[in-house]
């Protein structure tokens, strides 16, 4: 049975970015590592949910769910979702020993980097047609999390400091609960992201 680690963080914030990282390390280091995205399955698996809070709980509930019925044929299973309410992110933890990374980032730093337009529309004045009303962290709710078991800050960081937090934590959760297993230290080249 593989890990299942829950990331949380504003859109932007370096999910996607930061676990594509971890999927080429695992490729170069035999690990195999399944990325469960919150953008992606809204395409698919959750393609009828909003981001009411019900929806949004539910949307990390079904990936929570799904992520279980995969672990077995994977090392790890990463959900990478906003996942932005505490109540949501106690349930994967209680449900699946899921820990939680908290991908934080600067508000001021995501509305520069606005890689997906989504700020310049949530900033838009009310009555604007193209205005975002529910964008989290914004003008939507993201719950500090509380007590989170590892958190990257890529306001400060690049993708290869982040990643290599990232690797730091897989390999202390494999020695912790499965202590035959060891991963390979990061051997990781990729130039992409900030800094
Ligand atoms: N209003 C609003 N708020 C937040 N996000 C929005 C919104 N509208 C569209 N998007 C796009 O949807 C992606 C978030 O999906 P998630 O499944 O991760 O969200 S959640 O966990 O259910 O809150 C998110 O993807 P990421 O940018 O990868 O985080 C956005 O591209
Ligand atoms: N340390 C970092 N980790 C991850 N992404 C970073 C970092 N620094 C800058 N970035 C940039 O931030 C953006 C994050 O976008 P993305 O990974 O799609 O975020 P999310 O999946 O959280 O919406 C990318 O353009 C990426 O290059």
Redo the contacts with the bound molecule.
Sequence with gaps: MGHIIQFT?????????????LLEWGAANNISIKLV?G?VYRQTLCKDLGFSKADRLENVARLGAYAASIATSYDFVII?A?NPYEEGRRQLKEQYNAPLIW?Q?DLETLIS?D??GLYRRALLPDGHPEKIHNLTGLNDTFDTPASPDLI?D?TR???R??LASAVAFLNQLSRQQAPAADIPSPTYTHN????
Excluded at 9 to 21: C, D, N, P, Q, V
């Design positions: 963080g504003l859109s932007g914030a370096g999910k996607t970015t930061l676990s594509t990282a995205d953008d990478a906003i991908i980032c980097r890689t997906k990257i890529t960081t690049d993708t400091q982040a992409g992201g900030q800094g």
